[in-house]
């Protein structure tokens, strides 16, 4: 059991894990704990989009752009987490014309590729589309597989010399002078409380970041958000299938094997983990879904599952300079912000820009601690990619595998 580290990282999703191997790739020490397995929170429980950005072109570019530039990134160093599916904004006759023009010269303003494709093309190509589809374009959406993903990050950080302890709960934050200097964490396997003391603890507890600040006394107003996925039997789905309108819900329908995952909805939670979970939220799913795909009106639902996105209420977004890091996330230096040094929360963004999170709060907590290493994550290959061998056999470690996965389970252990 370890005693003490440079840097704890609360919180085994892909933030913390990505938080991990970006610290360790920069010389730290770092320990993650995490409450249960890896990816139980938000990670292992979202739909699987590598969003090309397309879908925040209009309203958000700057998300946009993130995505897009992220996007590229992980198709090189996570290409076996990825299936290159590409991916069309599809508009039916019954949709805004300008919103469609509007959407795609956004795209092309952001940087993302797009091409036009008429309702003879697609239809040629993806049969399953609706007799009512006017027209298309192409962007570089893809799926990500999110287990595999933060495995290969814990892999890396533990090969790096880092420690990746599961079912380890952080059940109070150290605190000694005013500063954080480090947690009690209670064992699930041995049922005992252990002290880890660090120079730098990073809370990167999503959904769960509002309750893990308070045992520092620190307010942190999260607004947890509760979104459905349905997985129905469809083996002919071969792209991504945006539905082109402004966003809402049930719009995004993927593949994954041989079924079609559809999503998603956003209702606000109070509690992360007790929330409803009602039939309505999935009839709406399939609803919407068949407007642009009708046959998945009568495929078999396989079953569903629901995720809690881990977005920040409030609007302190910082960092030592007050500005305004992205709309997308939240950098919340508490020695700043609360006078509660040794201390920092992430939360909110993507799982698309999750490596640029990490890079966000190594930066910051490297000059918290006196390194001046630069990020090396953007261009060194995940474990796994070169050598399959390289994860494959520490998946089960680290398994049963969660929801957004089950069904994929042959691509990722093979
Ligand atoms: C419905 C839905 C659909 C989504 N779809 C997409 C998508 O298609 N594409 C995309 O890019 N993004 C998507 N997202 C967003 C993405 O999933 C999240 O932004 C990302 O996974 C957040 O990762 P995280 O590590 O910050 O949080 P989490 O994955 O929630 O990790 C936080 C971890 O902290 C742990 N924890 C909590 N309390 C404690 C404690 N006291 N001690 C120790 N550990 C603790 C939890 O168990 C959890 O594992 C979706 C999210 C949802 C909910």
């Given at each position: 059991?370890?005693?003490?580290?440079?840097?704890?990282?609360?919180?085994?999703?892909?933030?913390?894990?990505?938080?991990?191997?970006?610290?360790?790739?920069?010389?730290?020490?770092?320990?993650?704990?995490?409450?249960?397995?890896?990816?139980?929170?938000?990670?292992?429980?979202?739909?699987?989009?590598?969003?090309?950005?397309?879908?925040?072109?209009?309203?958000?570019?700057?998300?946009?752009?993130?995505?897009?530039?992220?996007?590229?990134?992980?198709?090189?160093?996570a290409s076996?987490?990825?299936?290159?599916?590409?991916?069309?904004?599809?508009?039916?006759?019954?949709?805004?014309?300008?919103?469609?023009?509007?959407?795609?010269?956004?795209?092309?303003?952001?940087?993302?590729?797009?091409?036009?494709?008429?309702?003879?093309?697609?239809?040629?190509?993806?049969?399953?589309?609706?007799?009512?589809?006017?027209?298309?374009?192409?962007?570089?959406?893809?799926?990500?597989?999110?287990?595999?993903?933060?495995?290969?990050?814990?892999?890396?950080?533990?090969?790096?010399?880092?420690?990746?302890?599961?079912?380890?709960?952080?059940?109070?934050?150290?605190?000694?002078?005013?500063?954080?200097?480090?947690?009690?964490?209670?064992?699930?396997?041995?049922?005992?409380?252990?002290?880890?003391?660090?120079?730098?603890?990073?809370?990167?507890t999503?959904?769960?970041?509002?309750?893990?600040?308070?045992?520092?006394?620190?307010?942190?107003?999260?607004?947890?958000?509760?979104?459905?996925?349905?997985?129905?039997?469809?083996?002919?789905?071969?792209?991504?299938?945006?539905?082109?309108?402004?966003?809402?819900?049930?719009?995004?329908?993927?593949?994954?094997?041989?079924?079609?995952?559809?999503?998603?909805?956003s209702?606000?939670v109070?509690?992360?983990?007790?929330?409803?979970?009602?039939?309505?939220?999935?009839?709406?799913?399939?609803?919407?879904?068949?407007?642009?795909?009708?046959?998945?009106?009568?495929?078999?639902?396989i079953?569903?599952?629901?995720?809690?996105?881990?977005?920040?209420?409030?609007?302190?977004?910082?960092?030592?300079?007050?500005?305004?890091?992205?709309?997308?996330?939240?950098l919340?230096?508490?020695?700043?912000?609360?006078?509660?040094?040794?201390?920092?929360?992430?939360?909110?963004?993507?799982?698309?820009?999750?490596?640029?999170?990490?890079?966000?709060?190594?930066?910051?907590?490297?000059?918290?601690?006196?390194?001046?290493?630069?990020?090396?994550?953007?261009?060194?290959?995940?474990?796994?990619?070169?050598?399959?061998?390289?994860l494959?056999?520490?998946?089960?470690?680290?398994?049963?595998?969660?929801p957004?996965?089950?069904?994929?389970?042959?691509?990722?252990?093979?």
């Amino acid at each position: 059991m370890v005693e003490e580290t440079d840097v704890l990282i609360l919180g085994g999703g892909i933030t913390g894990t990505g938080i991990a191997r970006d610290l360790e790739l920069r010389g730290l020490d770092t320990v993650v704990v995490e409450r249960g397995r890896l990816a139980d929170g938000a990670t292992g429980n979202m739909h699987g989009l590598l969003h090309s950005g397309a879908r925040y072109a209009v309203a958000d570019p700057e998300s946009a752009r993130n995505c897009i530039e992220e996007n590229r990134i992980l198709r090189d160093i996570a290409s076996h987490c990825v299936d290159e599916t590409g991916g069309y904004f599809v508009q039916l006759a019954e949709d805004d014309e300008s919103h469609f023009e509007r959407s795609r010269q956004a795209c092309l303003d952001c940087g993302i590729d797009v091409e036009s494709v008429s309702a003879e093309e697609i239809r040629e190509d993806h049969p399953y589309l609706a007799s009512e589809t006017k027209r298309a374009f192409r962007v570089p959406d893809a799926v990500i597989h999110p287990f595999p993903l933060t495995v290969a990050n814990a892999v890396d950080a533990r090969d790096h010399g880092g420690i990746i302890e599961t079912h380890a709960e952080v059940v109070d934050i150290l605190v000694e002078g005013g500063a954080v200097v480090g947690a009690e964490v209670r064992y699930r396997e041995e049922s005992k409380i252990e002290t880890i003391r660090a120079r730098h603890v990073v809370n990167a507890t999503g959904a769960w970041a509002e309750s893990v600040g308070a045992m520092a006394n620190i307010e942190i107003p999260m607004r947890p958000s509760k979104g459905v996925m349905v997985v129905v039997d469809f083996p002919s789905l071969d792209t991504v299938v945006n539905h082109c309108r402004p966003a809402t819900d049930g719009d995004i329908v993927l593949p994954h094997e041989n079924t079609a995952i559809i999503g998603t909805t956003s209702v606000e939670v109070e509690n992360p983990d007790d929330y409803p979970k009602a039939q309505w939220e999935e009839d709406l799913m399939i609803e919407e879904a068949s407007r642009t795909i009708p046959d998945i009106a009568t495929a078999r639902t396989i079953r569903s599952y629901w995720g809690v996105r881990p977005l920040f209420g409030g609007t302190d977004v910082t960092l030592e300079d007050g500005r305004a890091l992205t709309r997308d996330f939240a950098l919340l230096d508490h020695g700043e912000r609360d006078d509660r040094p040794g201390m920092t929360t992430i939360v909110g963004g993507k799982l698309t820009t999750y490596r640029q999170m990490a890079e966000a709060v190594s930066d910051h907590v490297s000059s918290e601690l006196g390194v001046s290493e630069p990020c090396r994550t953007a261009t060194e290959p995940l474990p796994g990619r070169d050598d399959p061998d390289e994860l494959r056999n520490t998946l089960d470690e680290f398994g049963p595998l969660p929801p957004a996965e089950e069904l994929a389970s042959d691509v990722i252990r093979d």
